[in-house]
């Protein structure tokens, strides 16, 4: 079966500073993907990077960047030099034998 | 290109109403999930579709709800009936099987459901 866990239901980060977002996953599946999603409180969800299993390289995107452990089954997210708009709910998903689960996510609290 | 497509974005019912929800996708796309969210449990992934067949229904949560995707464009998720602890955002996605970033979601804006 599937998992996804994110263990940090909420942060709060001083503005400009980095942030990391914790998330585990567990499959049987060798080939799989991850993502992150943002949600923030206008409720739509907002695609962010991708990881597959088999690459090589951390994904990144812009000031995202995602740390991807594969032997520790950890894919956690990586806000650079954070800002008041990344103050928003954000969702780890895993997609395994083609379904796409997610985590309970993190609300994430910019200070300013 | 138009994104997912839900509606109606906010149904207000009584308890023991049917209620429909619809969506399309994105063409040409060969996927189709459907999730629910509240605050307790999050995102559930319910029920999800491929080239219109649905492959995996274990989320939906009881025999109330029922889905169906008669064609490459259009799905509908159905309660009946009703109930309370019904009541959440329930989004539409789809995806599509090969590219880069295989199996990025594109998420509709979602219908919210209060059922009183």
């Known amino acids: 079966a599937q998992k996804i866990t994110q263990t940090q239901p909420g942060m709060f980060v001083q503005e400009k500073e980095a942030v990391t977002l914790d998330c585990t996953y567990d499959?049987?599946?060798?080939?799989?993907?991850l993502f992150w999603y943002k949600q923030p409180s206008s409720g739509e969800m907002i695609f962010l990077i991708y990881q597959g299993s088999y690459d090589q390289q951390n994904a990144t995107e812009g000031r995202y960047s995602l740390n991807f452990q594969k032997a520790r089954k950890s894919a956690n997210l990586v806000i650079s030099a954070s800002q008041l708009g990344d103050s928003a709910m954000y969702f780890c998903?895993?997609?395994?034998?083609?379904?796409?689960?997610f985590g309970k996510g993190t609300r994430l609290h910019i200070l300013p | 290109d138009a994104g997912v497509i839900q509606s109606p974005r906010h149904e207000v019912t009584e308890m023991g109403q049917e209620v429909t929800l619809r969506c399309k996708p994105i063409?040409?796309?060969?996927?189709l999930f459907w999730y629910r969210q509240t605050m307790m449990r999050g995102l559930e992934l319910l029920i999800y579709?491929?080239?219109?067949?649905?492959?995996?229904d274990s989320g939906m949560p009881e025999d109330r709800f029922s889905a169906k995707m008669p064609n490459a464009s259009f799905s509908t998720l159905k309660i009946q009936p009703s109930e309370p602890r019904d009541s959440a955002v329930y989004f539409c996605a789809s995806s599509f099987s090969s590219g880069p970033k295989t199996g990025e979601l594109f998420f509709g804006e979602g219908s919210r459901l209060t059922v009183l």
């Open positions: 063409s040409g796309h060969d996927y």
């Open positions: 998903a895993m997609r395994g034998d083609d379904k796409i689960i």
């Open positions: 499959t049987s599946d060798p080939s799989y993907g």
């Open positions: 579709f491929n080239n219109n067949v649905p492959i995996d």
